[in-house]
C-alpha cells in the first residue's frame, strides 16, 4: 500500500509540474474606451407680443340680490357691447366667473348685525389681437360700466417658427464650440454620438393693471407697454473625437 501510495503521489507532483512549465494565454473582450466632447450650445429669439388677454369685470352692490342682479346684468351687457365695437370677436369673450353673495354689516361694539346688501360679480375673459387698440379699448370698457380690470398678460400668438429659429441657433452655437475646442486641444471631430434640446418657452407676461371694484372712470388713452418675450433653446451635442 505504501509503495502504491508514493506511485501515485509522484505522478501528481510530475503532472503540476508540467503544467507549470505550459505557455499561459490571456485574452481581454474590452475595447478600448471612446474618447468624446460635449458641448452645450443657445438659441435667443426675442418675440414683440401680438395678443394680450384680460379679466374685464362688473362690481355690484344692492340693497336686494334681484337689484344687484339686473344692474350687473345691465353693465356686464353694455360691457360685451363695447368689447364687439372695438374689434373684439364674440368667441374671443368668454365669462369666467358669475357670483353673488349676501354682505352683512356689524357693528363694531356690539357685534349685532346691521344692513345685509347683495354683491354680484361678473367677469369675462378677454383675448385681444390688435394691441395697438389696447388702451383706447380699455377706456371703452370703463365707460360702459367694467369697475374691475385685471392682470393683462402679453403673449405670442404662435411661437413655432420662432422655437425652429432659437433651435438652429443653439445646435450652430454647439458647432462652433466644438469646432474650436477641437482645434485647440489638436483632435479631429468625429460623428454626433447624442443630441438633446429643451426648450424654454416664455409664460405670458403680466402687467398689473388693478383696477378693482369702484373704478368710475379712466383717464383717456391708457398707456399700455407691451415689451418683449425672450425665447430660449438650450442643446446638448456630443461628438466622438479622433
Given at each position: 500500500m505504501r509503495i502504491k501510495f508514493l506511485l501515485v503521489s509522484a505522478i501528481l507532483i510530475a503532472a503540476v509540474a508540467l503544467s507549470a512549465c505550459g505557455a499561459t494565454t490571456v485574452t481581454s473582450n474590452l475595447a478600448p474606451a471612446q474618447r468624446t466632447l460635449s458641448v452645450t450650445g443657445t438659441g435667443l429669439v426675442y418675440l414683440a407680443p401680438d395678443v394680450a388677454y384680460i379679466n374685464v369685470g362688473v362690481h355690484t352692490e344692492e340693497p336686494t340680490a334681484s337689484e344687484a342682479v339686473s344692474m350687473n346684468n345691465d353693465?356686464?351687457?353694455q360691457?360685451?357691447?363695447?368689447l364687439e365695437n372695438s374689434g373684439v370677436d364674440a368667441q374671443d369673450i368668454?365669462?369666467?366667473n358669475f357670483s353673488i353673495y349676501p354682505n352683512t354689516q356689524y357693528d363694531q361694539q356690539t357685534g349685532k348685525a346691521g344692513t345685509t346688501t347683495y354683491v354680484v360679480d361678473n367677469t369675462v375673459y378677454v383675448t385681444i389681437h390688435q394691441l395697438d387698440k389696447l388702451g383706447d379699448l380699455l377706456d371703452a370698457t370703463v365707460?360702459?360700466?367694467a369697475n374691475s380690470i385685471n392682470n393683462i398678460q402679453f403673449d405670442v400668438f404662435d411661437k413655432s417658427s420662432?422655437?425652429?429659429?432659437?433651435?438652429?441657433q443653439a445646435v450652430k452655437d454647439a458647432q462652433t464650440q466644438a469646432q474650436e475646442l477641437a482645434s485647440s486641444a489638436g483632435v479631429t471631430l468625429g460623428n454626433v454620438q447624442t443630441i438633446s434640446f429643451t426648450n424654454n418657452i416664455p409664460q405670458p407676461v403680466t402687467d398689473v393693471f388693478g383696477k378693482g371694484g369702484g373704478l368710475a372712470a379712466a383717464p383717456a388713452s391708457v398707456p399700455i407697454n407691451t415689451g418683449q418675450l425672450t425665447l430660449t433653446?438650450?442643446?446638448d451635442m456630443t461628438y466622438e473625437i479622433k
Open positions: 353693465q356686464t351687457q360691457v360685451v357691447k363695447a368668454r365669462t369666467t365707460q360702459a360700466g420662432a422655437i425652429k429659429q432659437a433651435r438652429d433653446v438650450t442643446v
